[in-house]
T-cell receptor, first 115, second 109 residues
Framework: NAGVTQTPKFRVLKTGQSMTLLCAQDMNHEYMYWYRQDPGMGLRLIHYSVGEGTTAKGEVPDGYNVSRLKKQNFLLGLESAAPSQTSVYFC??????????????FGAGTRLSVL | KNEVEQSPQNLTAQEGEFITINCSYSVGISALHWLQQHPGGGIVSLFMLSSGKKKHGRLIATINIQEKHSSLHITASHPRDSAVYICAVIEGYGNKLVFGAGTILRVKS
């Protein structure tokens, strides 16, 4: 059972470069999320999706774009990477987000360094 | 002030000790989660609570909705329990988790 798979696991970028992080889930979940995790801070929501073809901004969306063209995939793009985007990125999915039922399943994370 | 506060930030225990990690939140919630993040980064959900108490093996989670407080207890701690423990809440009946900063637990043998 693959669950939630993130690629790549590690990446080093130079300032101004672009890249796309891929998240794939095989659980037929409606909801998908992208978070970033920084030292001393809780996970912060970047963008999320409530279904195929939909996306919405989270707490820290600036500098990122997302797309959910297929239900199983959620892509996070950095158009022009900045050192402030150095972080560990986590993708998660959940079958339903309504209050009590929001159990999220996480990918293993992508460690991104922007020099 | 963060909506979700955890204490302590760091905790070192001897194998066999009883451990308590606390979580306080400042907003109305519909559910609270405890998650575990192991060295190497993977995050897994341990408990989801909206009231009372849940137990799974050596782990016990409690929540007091009136006091806006939850605790995670580990009985007979073991070095393999060493991890970051994260509290997260769903504010109101929304669809997003709000996370605490985590408690780093190290259990020494």
């Amino acid at each position: 059972n693959a669950g939630v798979t993130q690629t790549p696991k590690f990446r080093v970028l130079k300032t101004g470069q672009s890249m796309t992080l891929l998240c794939a889930q095989d659980m037929n979940h409606e909801y998908m999320y992208w978070y970033r995790q920084d030292p001393g801070m809780g996970l912060r929501l970047i963008h999320y999706s409530v279904g195929e073809g939909t996306t919405a901004k989270g707490e820290v969306p600036d500098g990122y774009n997302v797309s959910r063209l297929k239900k199983q995939n959620f892509l996070l793009g950095l158009e022009s990477a900045a050192p402030s985007q150095t972080s560990v990125y986590f993708c998660a999915s959940s079958p339903w987000a309504g209050g009590y039922e929001n159990i999220q399943y996480f990918g293993a994370g992508t460690r991104l360094s922007v020099l | 002030k963060n909506e979700v506060e955890q204490s302590p930030q760091n905790l070192t225990a001897q194998e066999g000790e009883f451990i308590t990690i606390n979580c306080s939140y400042s907003v109305g919630i519909s559910a609270l989660h405890w998650l575990q993040q192991h060295p190497g980064g993977g995050i897994v959900s341990l408990f989801m609570l909206s009231s009372g108490k849940k137990k799974h093996g050596r782990l016990i989670a409690t929540i007091n909705i009136q006091e806006k407080h939850s605790s995670l207890h580990i009985t007979a701690s073991h070095p393999r329990d060493s991890a970051v423990y994260i509290c997260a809440v769903i504010e109101g009946y929304g669809n997003k988790l709000v996370f605490g900063a985590g408690t780093i637990l190290r259990v020494k043998s």
